[in-house]
């Protein structure tokens, strides 16, 4: 499971998550360089480098905005996010809340990199989402009226 | 008192606090939720939840009329303002008396005089409180202030009658300089205010912000919890407090001092109720009035901490007309030391507000820490409300165990999703200067701990964000 960690520049760090395995009531994460360990302990949860020294966690969704002091990312889990006024590849994730006012295709459409594909309005402003490349409509998650949260999957253009 | 029904007009942390309190006393606590925060945590707390219409501040807590509306539809009996909001309006106070609803607060006349700087300073003058020496009122010549000056004794500081916040003052070390100030800062008050008008006050040196609580029933016994000190402060807002003043120690004549002069000022103006009473005092050991908060503080808890008695269940008992929890000043005792830190969702560096979503919340505490708060996973700040979310205090045996235990309980906070002042906290406990207890309410200016923060990510941290989703995934 790929991982991306987008800052408040809007650059990507990404994590792959190889491997997950699962012994008794320890889960094993194997990254690229490193392996983690996690587990449940009453109600909580906690982590662990060598399966020795335990720290607790806290308790994380997808989509959600994790800080580090002065570093703010917005975690994806398995899509890469598009810019909210930019595209970027095939998977178009809201990049802060809003509304769907308008959607300009269907599943199934054949549509054009740079294509406006449907209108959010977010931040008192309304925002043409354009399709970060050229394609077929794979999928089309969202209706018009729709309110949305942050790091919702819309679209996804299939090239 | 049993049975009545208290409305709280306020939200977040000091809302639970005054429903504990409320609660405890047998009385009903009735909270209120509004449409910017209808999950409003702090109604775990209270028996009652009642809908305050409305989007903003202005359409809300501060609404006077929405919140009559309330109190008459719920037979409301009582309203306790907590801080800020309608906590000390006047007008508020009396219109509640005139309805006969009790205001779990000063009584409107002592509100009055204490609400203005210039009034209150008149009062302290009356009552024989020091007060910073300088002008009584505006100084229109650069003659006259040099005049006024001479007397004072330098340093002084020319002061923007209409100002705050820390603008249109500035500092004057001699005839000269006066002479050099005066026309600019006439100008600057002019353009920033509306109004050129300024005044001459004696600069306290290295000042230290030490602030008195204090609680009085309807009969007139006023009485002192000892004194508070805040001086850790950025843009004139407070961040760390202690209890009580490292600066006064040992010196117990001077703390009976102060606090008797709070006592003796709080006397004067007919003071019921809880309050604190605010001074400067200079390196040189002398301290004078600044102002008085007429309603209960956001650092109260450090005074609970050192002295064991309730302020929230004294301060309803006293509106209530019923006996306090204790019977004489000699009941009151100072035991330990207490620290407060004030978590805010800011950028730790800029100091900057940062509202967000909390995306994870755990804490695991050493023994001997109270931590105030309405945090809750996945609870959203927004611009709408203050952005402190929660204080961290610290009781300890003396001051150096009182940092201890705050220091570990900072380490034990995990507030994931956004930024916080944590880190900035844990760069001033950590120095030096703060561990010795010598510091001014130039601390930040001049020590500038949010240069040390860290702002280096360690790559391991998003593994381990990565594991608590997949673990979540299940």
């Known amino acids: ?159 | 008192m049993l049975g009545k029904r208290v409305l709280i007009a306020n939200r977040g942390e000091i809302a639970i606090r005054i429903a504990k309190a409320l609660n405890e006393l047998g009385l009903v606590s009735v909270g209120v939720w509004t449409d910017n925060e209808p999950e409003a945590a702090h109604l775990e707390y209270c028996q009652e939840w009642v809908h305050l219409s409305g989007n903003t501040n202005r359409d809300t807590y501060l609404n006077v009329p929405k919140i009559l509306e309330l109190i008459k539809k719920y037979k409301i009996d009582a309203v306790h303002p907590g801080y800020g909001f309608l906590s000390e309006n006047g007008e508020f106070a009396k219109t509640l008396k005139a309805q006969g609803v009790i205001f779990i607060g000063p009584n409107p006349e002592a509100i009055a005089a204490m609400g203005d700087k210039a009034i209150s300073k008149q009062w302290a003058q009356k009552a024989g409180v020091p007060v910073v020496p300088g002008s009584t009122g505006e100084v229109p010549t650069v003659e006259e202030a040099i005049k006024l000056c001479q007397t004072i004794g330098y340093p002084v500081l020319l002061k923007a009658v209409a100002g705050g916040g820390g603008k249109g003052m500035r500092p004057c070390y001699s005839d000269a300089d006066v002479k050099t100030n005066f026309e600019a800062v006439q100008r600057e008050a002019l353009s920033s205010f509306g109004n050129a008008g300024l005044l001459v006050e004696k600069y306290v040196q290295n000042p230290h912000h030490i602030e008195v609580q204090i609680l009085a029933d309807k009969k007139g016994n006023v009485y002192h919890l000892f004194e508070r000190e805040c001086s850790i402060q950025r843009r004139h807002q407070k961040i760390i407090e202690e209890a009580p003043s490292p600066f006064i120690g040992e010196d117990t004549k001077l703390r009976k001092e102060i606090c008797e002069t709070a006592v003796k000022l709080a006397k004067a103006v007919g003071y019921d109720s809880a309050g604190t009473v605010e001074f400067i005092m200079g390196d040189d050991r002398k301290f004078y009035f600044l102002e008085m908060n007429t309603r209960i503080q956001v650092e109260h808890p450090i005074t609970e901490e050192i002295t064991g008695i309730d302020l929230l269940a004294n301060m309803v008992k006293s509106a209530f007309n019923q006996p306090l929890d204790f019977k004489t000043q000699d009941d009151i005792k100072l035991h330990g030391h207490a620290i407060e830190c004030r978590i805010c969702a800011e950028d730790p560096v800029t100091m900057l507000p940062a509202p967000g979503k909390i995306a994870g919340f755990e804490t695991t505490f050493p023994q001997g820490i109270r931590f105030d708060h309405c945090l809750y996973p996945k609870f959203t700040i927004t611009p709408d409300f203050d952005p402190m979310v929660g204080k961290l205090i610290a009781r300890g045996y003396d001051r150096a165990v009182a940092i201890r235990k705050v220091r570990a309980a900072l380490d034990g906070l995990l507030l994931d999703g956004l930024k916080t002042n944590i880190p900035l906290l844990k760069v001033i406990l950590d120095e030096e200067s703060f561990k010795k207890g010598e510091y001014t309410t130039h601390y930040i200016a001049g020590v500038k701990p949010q240069e040390r923060v860290a702002i280096t990510e360690k790559p391991e941290s998003l593994l381990v964000r990565v594991a608590s989703v997949e673990m979540g995934q299940v």
């Open chain 1, 1 to 159: 499971m790929r991982y991306y960690f987008v800052d408040q520049d809007r650059k990507d760090t990404v994590v792959d998550l190889n491997k997950v395995e699962t012994n008794g009531s320890i889960s094993k994460f194997i990254f690229s360089e490193k392996t983690f360990y996690a587990r449940r302990l009453a109600g909580k949860l906690f982590g662990s480098w060598d399966q020795q020294k335990w720290f607790k966690l806290t308790q994380l969704s997808a989509g959600e905005t994790v800080v580090s002091n002065t570093v703010t990312y917005k975690m994806y889990r398995g899509f890469k996010p598009s810019g909210l006024f930019s595209g970027g590849a095939g998977a178009l994730v809201t990049q802060m809340p809003g509304k769907v006012v308008k959607l300009f295709v269907k599943a199934g459409d054949t549509v054009e990199k740079g294509q406006t594909i449907l209108i959010l309005e977010a931040m008192k402003m309304e925002n043409e989402i354009k399709a970060g490349v050229s394609g077929v409509v794979k999928s089309l998650l969202v209706q018009p009226g729709q309110a949305l949260e942050s790091g919702v999957l819309m679209a996804e253009i299939e090239e």
